[in-house]
Nanobody
Framework: QVQLVESGGGLVQPGGSLRLSCAAS????????MSWHRQAPGKERELVAS???????NYGDSVKGRFTISRDNAKNTVYLQMNSLKPEDSAMYYC????????WGQGTQVSVSS
């Protein structure tokens, strides 16, 4: 009954912002490294950002300075604030947990277009 439910995706113009949310249940959220990954059609899935239980974060080079990952352990939720969006950010965005197993959410679509 583990669930990772992403929300917040949508269509936005270049330069705009979106905030994605991933609501977790069925496992110990506070003990998990959480991460966001994205995959565009025909391309490899890539790491966007990760955050440790203590709040240390890591970002892919393509999003550094524009995206911010955060977590609220009281709400079992991880967020991805995306600013200065570019067309190349368009992808399906997935939330991931790693313990006791690898868990993936269903994904939320982000489309950046004029």
């Amino acid at each position: 009954q583990v669930q990772l439910v992403e929300s917040g995706g949508g269509l936005v113009q270049p330069g705009g912002s979106l905030r994605l949310s991933c609501a977790a249940s069925g496992f110990t959220f506070s003990s998990n490294v959480m991460s966001w990954h994205r995959q565009a059609p025909g391309k490899e899935r890539e790491l966007v950002a990760s955050i440790t239980p203590g709040g240390s974060s890591n970002y892919g080079d393509s999003v550094k300075g524009r995206f911010t990952i955060s977590r609220d352990n009281a709400k079992n939720t991880v967020y991805l604030q995306m600013n200065s969006l570019k067309p190349e950010d368009s992808a399906m965005y997935y939330c991931k947990a790693v313990w006791p197993k690898i868990y993936w959410g269903q994904g939320t679509q982000v489309s950046v277009s004029s």
